[in-house]
C-alpha cells in the first residue's frame, strides 16, 4: 500500500496542538488507499510541544518527530521532515488548523488518481488580515515574479502533498538560504490549486512580525533574482552620465563666463546623492556577498536533538 506522511511544523505550539491532532488524524486514517501518519517537526519550542507530540506517537504508535536542539525556522523544520520521509507521498501542514484539513483527501486524490505531482493550497482572501501586510504581500508577489525566474502564485501557501520525485527535487537544492515558496515554483511538475478561505489560529500567536516578513521577503528577492545588483548598476551608469554632463557644462561655461566660487549647495548635492548611491549599491552587493559567506560555510540546516525516526531504516516505536 502507498504511504503518505504529514509534516507539521511546530513552534511553541502546545495551545494548538491538541485541538489539531483531533481534527487531523481522523481524517488521516479515513482515506482510502494509503497508510498515513504524522511527522511532527519539533522546531526548538520551549513550551511543552515535545510532550504533546510524544503523547500522540504513543498514542497511535505510528506518528514520528523530529526534534530540533534550538529554534532553526520553519524552512528547516520542512527541510528535516522532507529529508527524513520515505512515503511515496507527503504532505506539510501548519500546526494551528489555519490549512484546512477537509481538502488533505481531495488533495491526496489529485495526486494519486489525476495526473498532477504537486495539490497545493492557496487562499482565496487576505481576510483577517492587517490591510497594510496585504499591500505590501501583493506588491511582494508582483516584484518577485517581475525580476526572479520563479513563477510564484500570490497566496500559495505551503500547505500541500507531493509525490515522491517532488520531495526528491526539493531535497537536492543543496541552499541555505531557503525560501521554499520559490523552491516549491522553482523545481516546477504539474501543481493543481485547492482554494481556500483565510482562516483563524485556533490557538496561540503567529510567529511573523513584521520585520521578520521583511527580512522573509528580502531573503525570497536575493535567492531567487539579481536583479538588485544590475538595477545599482544601472543606477550608478545614470548617475555618473549626468555626473560627466555637468562637468561638461562647467567646463564650458567657465570657458565662456570665467570662473566664480558659487556653485557650493550643488556640489554639496552631488557629493550627498552619489555618496547615497554609492552606499546603497555597496549594500546590496554586501546582501549577496554575506549569503554567498553563509552558503560557502556549508553549515547544516539544523541539528536534531532527538528523533523516533532511524535514517534509511523506517523508524522505531516508543523511546
Ligand atoms: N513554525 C515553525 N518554526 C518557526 C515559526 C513557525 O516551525 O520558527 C511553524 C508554526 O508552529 C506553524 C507554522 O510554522 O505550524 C506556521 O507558523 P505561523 O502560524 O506562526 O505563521 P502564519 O500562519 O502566521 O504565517
Ligand atoms: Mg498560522
Known sequence: MNTLELIVPCFNEEEALPAF???????????????ASFIFVDDGSRDN?????????????????????????????????????????????????????????????????????IAAARRLDRRGEARIK?????????????????????GAQDFRIMKRKVVEAIVSMPEYNRFSKGIFSWVGFKTKWFEHEN??????????????????????IIGFSTAPLKI???????????????????????????????GYPSIICAILIVGGLILISLGIT??????????????????INETNIIPDRGYFKGE
Not at 545599482?232 to 566660487?261: N, P, Q, R
Not at 560557502?296 to 541539528?303: L, W
Request: with cysteine.
Open 199 to 220: 482562516r483563524e489560529r485556533v490557538a496561540g500567536k503567529t510567529k511573523w512580525s513584521f520585520w521578520k516578513l521583511f527580512s522573509y521577503a528580502v531573503d525570497g
Open 232 to 262: 545599482s548598476l544601472i543606477i550608478g551608469t545614470c548617475t555618473s552620465i549626468l555626473g560627466f554632463l555637468y562637468a561638461l557644462y562647467t567646463i564650458v561655461k567657465t570657458l565662456i563666463f570665467g570662473a566664480d566660487v558659487k
Open 21 to 35: 491532532y483531533e481534527s487531523v488524524a481522523p481524517v488521516l486514517s479515513s482515506l482510502k488507499g494509503v497508510n
Open 49 to 117: 510541544t515535545l510532550g504533546a507530540i510524544k503523547d500522540f506517537c504513543r498514542k497511535d504508535g505510528k506518528s514520528k518527530y523530529i526534534s530540533f536542539s534550538r529554534n532553526f525556522g520553519k524552512e528547516a523544520a520542512m527541510l528535516a521532515g522532507m529529508k527524513m520521509s520515505r512515503a511515496d507521498f507527503v504532505g506539510i501542514i501548519d500546526a494551528d488548523l489555519q490549512h484546512s484539513p477537509e481538502l488533505i483527501s481531495d488533495m491526496l486524490k489529485a495526486v494519486t488518481e489525476e495526473d498532477y505531482d
Open 134 to 154: 496585504s499591500a505590501f504581500s501583493r506588491s511582494f508577489y508582483k516584484l518577485i515574479n517581475k525580476i526572479s525566474d520563479a513563477d510564484i502564485e500570490d
Open 286 to 303: 554586501g546582501e549577496y556577498v554575506a549569503r554567498m559567506y553563509m552558503e560557502v560555510k556549508n553549515r547544516p540546516d539544523y541539528i
